[in-house]
């Protein structure tokens, strides 16, 4: 899992054909980290599609990928809207096939192409799958639950097993404004659930407990404190 949630995403060849990357100058948003109040705060809704809030997606999925992540909401670039973006495409140009069909990960240093820093050749190229979804709302959980090793943009370098409902249905309006249904399952769940919980103040060290919650919370303050000088 602390796998896919860190490397998952900087493996997608987004400067290939990426029509977002195309569309617009690149621009980067700070990630706030913990304490920063602002990821403890509730999110407000959003009531229109504007050229303000499509500028906003398109530098969320840019600093997503940048980070890299595979998700990102709002709060954490500071702007206080219920706007998230995933992307849990997990397959990557680095992976090649086993003999069960299965993705196996192949380091591109064990690769040894004719000239250096070659792409790996004749393998299956990733999709990118952005998702964003604008006012997302979890309409159903299943009982099943699973347990993912999560990790944070805003909490760096600090993964933790959370347990989920493995499945969820959310309703989210996309950036046609069509409200959209989808049962989501696995990675995507997951994702998807730590990530609305950024529009209402809750971080998945939320589901630790007290005592490592407050342990990593009081590394960060030392840090925030620190960087303040
Ligand atoms: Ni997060």
């Known amino acids: 899992m602390r796998d ?3 490397t998952a995403l900087n493996k997608i ?6 029509t977002l990357k195309k569309a617009h100058v690149m621009a980067l948003r700070e990630i706030l980290l913990i304490p920063n109040p602002k990821l403890y705060k509730v999110a ?3 009531s229109a599609i504007t050229n303000e809030l499509k500028v906003l997606v398109k530098d969320m999925f840019e600093t997503m ?7 990102l909401a709002a709060p954490q670039i500071g702007v206080m809207e219920r706007v998230i973006v995933v992307d849990c495409a997990t397959r990557s140009k680095d992976d090649t096939r086993n003999e069960d069909g299965e993705y196996e990960e192949v380091e591109q240093e064990d690769y040894e192409g004719e000239d250096e820093g070659e792409d790996i050749p004749d393998l299956p190229e990733p999709d990118p799958e952005p998702i964003a979804m604008i006012n ?12 993912y090793e999560e990790g944070c943009l805003s909490i760096p370098e600090f993964y933790e097993d959370v347990e989920r409902p493995t499945s969820c249905r959310v309703r989210y309006m996309d950036m046609e404004g069509e409200i959209i249904e989808r049962d989501l399952e696995g990675l995507l769940s997951t994702c998807v659930q730590h990530e609305v919980d950024h529009l209402n103040g809750k971080l998945f060290i939320d589901y630790i407990s007290r005592l490592k919650r407050e342990r990593i919370t009081k590394k960060f303050q ?3 404190k620190r960087a303040a000088g």
């Open 4 to 6: 896919l949630w860190l």
């Open 13 to 18: 060849p987004i400067s290939h054909g990426n």
């Open 44 to 46: 407000q809704p959003v």
């Open 65 to 71: 990928y940048d980070a890299p992540g595979i998700g």
């Open 136 to 147: 997302p709302e979890l309409i159903w959980f299943s009982d099943e639950t699973s347990i």
């Open 222 to 224: 030392k840090a925030a």
